[in-house]
Structures are given as structure tokens and as C-alpha cells.
């Protein structure tokens, strides 16, 4: 069995409500009822009620199965803008929410954040920038985490290395040039996010030009410090570095690059790249070289899972990330 049926198993195993706010974009509908219908999650549609189901009829798309929050619905709306307000932990005040809940988005947010739904999913209509902003504010970032990022699962087929063929690499979307806190940050929100989706234990490398100190820059240095952050963190997680990339992945290259014990050196199933630049070019080449199959980016470190996709995704990326939300919302 593949990686993403075994998402499927564990989403149906544990159906979540995943609240959709872009309710009107036909590729999103159509993904989204598909999903439902095959028992992957609860779908809640957020945003104009007749908007939507007109959408719907013009596209043929059969809403019996998911449930619609309507943002014209004036009572709910100020149930959940009151239900905010009264939560210990929050990101904006009660008086911003106010404001902000007119739009779809914040509004899935609210209900997400109140309990009403278990995670939000949008991203075809709303680039990242917007979505990043709107779940830190309302969802507030989990402990520990510095800044939201994002990481891109890849299973390579015919990998045959010892962790397996499914690898976790971030981060090529959020931080363009990430300090050492933000690189700690990174390493610990992959780690948690590769476990939820996986359910294997993540190995972490954090990568470099350098092994163990083969090479000396400030780039290096900023590696190194947050390795030390990192594991300052959460010395519950395997994080290790700084490592070439073969030296991360491929044991026989470890045991001759590192000279000392590693649990994580050639093992390696996430890897954090030194900066946006480095990771964005190198999962681009896989996708282009390698066989096989990427997912994600999945945007993480907030309070409460949210799923962000991208605005290029085909239809069955998104019904693939639907079954990703129900999964990260139980393991949440």
C-alpha cells in the first residue's frame, strides 16, 4: 500500500469536519463533495449559502452530502464572534474578529478555533501570504513555535534507503531566509507534522555545504545555531546537523563524513534546508527527475491544523488534501 492510501485508511478511519471556505470555486466544490461522498471527511462549505448552491447547480454539483455555514446567517455569525471573544487563548481581539469574520476565510477560522470544525482547508483563491496572516492571527502559533512554514512530503519510488521512501523537506514556501530561531521552529514543526502524517518516527538533518564542520560561513554558523535551539526546544525529537545531503540520506556516505554517533546521520526523512531558495530548487528538481510523488506543501506550526494549497493544484491534489486534514486534525 502507498503512502497516500494509507492516508486515505486513516481518514476514514477517523472522519473529521474540515470547514472549505472557497465554497464557490467549482474545482474546489467538486474535490470536496468527492471526498465526502467516499467518507474522507465532513465537509462544511463557509460563505455565501445561495452563492454557493447557485455555483453548485451550475456546475452539476451535488450538495446532499456536506453541510453549508452561510455567512449570511446573522445569528451564527455573532455566536461565533461572541464564542471567540470568550476563549483564554486567542490570536486577535473580539473587536478585530468582528471585523474580519465578513470574509469566508476568517470566518472557517472562528468556527475552527471554537470547535465547530476540526480544520480549515483553502488555497486555490487565496495566496499564501493571506492564509499564513489569517490562521496566525486567529489560530495564534502552537508552543514552542516561533513562525508558521511549510513543508512538502515527496515519495520517491524505488528509493530503497533505510527510512523508507517518503521524505518530508522544508522550507521552500513561508521563510525565504530564515534566522536560527525560525530554522529551529522549522525543525521541530516538521518533526511533529512527518509523525501525524507518516506515523513514523522523524529523523530530522539539518542541511548544509557542510558536515560536521567541512566548511565555515555564516551560513553554516546559522545552521549550526539552530541545531543547538532546536534541540534546546525538544530534546524528545531526533534532530541532527550540520549535514551535506548525502551525508543526511545515504548511510554509507554518513559513515565516512561522520566521525562520531548520529541517530539521524543517513537516516534521515526530514530535511531542513538552509533557506527557502535551496529547498524550492532542489524539490522542483526531484519533481522533475525522480519518479514519484510530492504533496503539500503543508503549511504548519499553528494553534489548530489548517491545510493551504496551492493555487496551481489539480482536482485530485485537492481531494488529497482533504484526507491530509482529517489526519492532521486527529493526530492535533
Do not use: W
Amino acid at each position: 500500500m502507498g503512502f497516500i492510501e494509507e492516508i486515505y485508511e486513516r481518514a476514514r478511519a477517523n472522519k473529521k469536519r474540515v470547514a472549505v471556505p472557497e465554497c464557490t470555486n467549482p474545482g474546489m466544490m467538486r474535490s470536496c463533495v468527492r471526498a465526502a461522498a467516499d467518507g474522507l471527511a465532513e465537509i462544511i462549505f463557509v460563505g455565501d449559502g445561495d452563492t454557493c448552491k447557485r455555483v453548485a447547480k451550475e456546475n452539476h454539483i451535488d450538495l446532499s452530502l456536506v453541510t453549508i455555514a452561510d455567512s449570511k446567517d446573522g445569528e451564527y455569525v455573532a455566536g461565533l464572534v461572541e464564542r471567540y471573544g470568550e476563549l483564554s487563548k486567542r490570536g486577535f481581539s473580539k473587536k478585530s474578529i468582528e471585523k474580519r469574520i465578513v470574509s469566508p476565510l476568517y470566518m472557517a477560522l472562528v468556527m475552527e478555533a471554537v470547535g465547530d470544525a476540526d480544520c480549515t482547508f483553502g488555497g486555490l483563491d487565496t495566496t499564501t501570504m493571506e492564509f499564513v496572516m489569517a490562521a496566525q492571527g486567529t489560530l495564534g502559533l502552537a508552543p514552542g513555535v516561533t513562525a508558521p512554514s511549510g513543508i512538502l512530503l515527496m515519495e520517491i519510488e524505488g528509493y530503497k534507503g533505510v527510512q523508507g521512501n517518503v521524505f518530508g523537506m522544508a522550507d521552500g514556501a513561508v521563510n525565504t531566509e530564515p534566522s536560527a530561531d525560525v530554522l529551529a521552529s522549522i525543525a521541530v514543526s516538521c518533526c511533529d507534522t512527518f509523525h501525524a502524517l507518516t506515523g513514523k518516527e522523524a529523523f530530522c538533518g539539518f542541511l548544509s555545504y557542510s558536515t560536521d564542520g567541512s566548511g565555515n560561513s555564516p551560513s553554516v554558523f546559522r545552521v549550526r545555531e539552530a541545531l543547538e535551539k532546536a534541540k534546546a526546544l525538544r530534546p524528545d525529537l531526533q534532530i541532527d546537523g550540520e549535514f551535506q545531503a548525502d551525508a543526511a540520506i545515504v548511510e554509507r556516505v554518513a559513515k565516512k563524513k561522520v566521525k562520531r554517533e548520529s541517530a539521524v546521520a543517513g537516516k534521515a526523512n526530514v530535511l531542513v534546508f538552509p533557506d527557502a531558495a535551496a529547498c524550492n530548487i532542489a524539490t522542483k528538481l526531484i519533481q522533475q527527475f525522480a519518479p514519484g510523488k510530492s504533496y503539500g506543501p503543508v503549511y504548519q506550526g499553528f494553534g489548530q491544523p489548517v491545510l493551504d494549497c496551492s493555487r496551481g493544484d489539480t482536482e485530485e491534489r485537492i481531494y488529497d488534501n482533504v484526507a491530509f486534514c482529517s489526519v492532521m486534525a486527529v493526530e492535533a
